[in-house]
């Protein structure tokens, strides 16, 4: 399952979802403030071999 990530125009608030096709058109709000629609942005790194450790894999952008 994809991994999208969005940021928050108004209160700056970076999140990832994971979303399934039949996800792609429910509404995306923002855990900070609750501001629906966040912009969608496309990670151009990775975090893998960073210092977490974390088990996150680099998620390749759709080409959407
Ligand atoms: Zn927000």
């Known amino acids: 399952m994809p991994i ?3 940021e928050c125009a ?3 608030e ?3 979802l994971r979303r399934s096709l039949a996800d ?4 995306i709000q923002c855990p900070g ?3 629906k ?3 969608r942005v496309f990670s151009l790194f990775c975090t893998v071999g960073s210092s977490t450790g974390g ?3 680099c998620a390749p952008a759709a080409s959407t």
């Open 4 to 6: 999208y990530e969005y």
């Open 10 to 12: 108004k209160c700056g």
């Open 14 to 16: 970076r999140f990832e």
């Open 24 to 27: 792609k058109d429910s509404e």
């Open 33 to 35: 403030c609750g501001e």
């Open 37 to 39: 629609n966040p912009e």
């Open 55 to 57: 088990s996150s894999g």
